[in-house]
């Protein structure tokens, strides 16, 4: 532990960043992290959420505001910062001609691990991210989620209070992605860190965050756990498609009795957000058949962090529906 008594891993207030020539990346957010949370830093690519992890992480001083972390001031006490904080950011610092092994080699060293553990460390930590495999095989060669995967085990050689991960699933595929996910979760729950997640996932916010906060344009537009957020924007939407495409008008009329319009344009299914104790799907069944009204698909869509998205900031998340890369490619950084 560090030596602060501050209750909070992170206390960010007014933090900006303001880059030459352009407007404010980062736009004095205020925000909190407690210890042993996952906090998701949710946000649309250019949003800040990697300018504010350069600034946390002490690799860019920040232009205006106060931050700790572990306890420690980012602009005076960066050597104290660093050391209780381990970083997987979105670029991997890793030497294409040495093997995963030399890099734990290497790593444990710079950062102090006793000579006659390092060698068992550094193994553990390869046998869990899933290398032990390719552990002597040069980086150069890996793919873009291996090199993710050993990023993370060398974040983790000096057992961090805080781990900041900057958008970790980028390039991997579903069973990689997952298994992050889960020691993501292990680290939080049986050894208490701290976890500062960037992320423009839905899916990966939504999974793995105690709390969440959305940053877009350099604000912080909504903050709480996935669950108060979703709650916040309202009942669940309904979505129908007519049978007949030339019934879609009176579909329309039908379902506009139980609430406002809302969901993506589309020419063939008609949406509604259902208003509180409007009855629910089985009222909206009942209506539908009362008309006569035969329906080729009706589903009911639960309040997503995407609607609270849309809600705060009147546009939709770019990675909302994406599917996730392969291991395939190399990852590229992505300036925020």
Not at 84 to 102: S, Y
Not at 255 to 262: E, H, I, K
């Amino acid at each position: 532990m560090s030596e602060s008594a501050s209750e909070w891993a992170i206390e960010v207030e007014g933090l900006t960043q303001k880059f030459r020539k352009g407007p404010l990346a980062v736009d004095g957010i205020d925000l909190h992290v407690e210890r042993g949370e996952i906090y998701g830093f949710l946000g649309p690519n250019g949003a800040g959420k990697s300018t504010t992890v350069l600034m946390l992480t002490t690799l860019l001083p920040p232009t205006g505001g106060v931050a700790r972390v572990g306890g420690f001031d980012i602009a005076r006490e960066g050597g104290r910062v660093r050391s209780v904080i381990g970083a997987a950011l979105q670029e991997a610092a890793l030497d294409a001609h040495l093997t995963a092994r030399e890099h734990m080699r290497l790593q444990t060293a710079l950062q102090g691990v006793p000579k006659p553990e390092r060698r068992a460390r550094g193994d553990e930590l390869i046998e869990r991210v899933g290398l032990a495999e390719a552990a002597d095989r040069k980086v150069g060669g890996y793919s873009g989620g291996m090199k993710r995967r050993l990023d993370l085990a060398l974040a983790l050689v000096h057992g961090p209070e805080i781990l900041f991960l900057d958008e970790p699933t980028t390039g991997l595929d579903p069973q990689s992605r997952s298994s992050l996910w889960e020691e993501v979760e292990r680290l939080a729950d049986d050894e208490g860190m701290t976890v500062f997640l960037t992320t423009q996932y839905l899916e990966e916010a939504d999974r793995l965050a105690d709390r969440v906060g959305i940053i877009d344009r350099g604000k912080i537009v909504a903050e709480g756990t996935p669950a108060m957020l979703k709650a916040e924007v309202g009942e669940p939407s309904v979505s129908a498609r007519a049978a007949d495409p030339s019934d879609r008008g009176r579909l329309v009329e039908v379902l506009g009795r139980f609430g406002s319009a809302s969901g993506p344009e589309d020419e063939d299914a008609a949406w509604v957000r259902l208003d509180p104790g409007c009855g629910g799907l089985v009222e909206v069944v009942r209506a539908l058949d009362a008309e006569g009204l035969q329906v080729a698909d009706l589903q009911l869509h639960e309040p997503t962090l995407d609607d609270v998205f849309l809600e705060k900031t009147g546009r939709k998340l770019e990675g909302a529906g994406e599917e996730q890369g392969d291991e395939s490619g190399e990852f590229e950084a992505v300036s925020a």
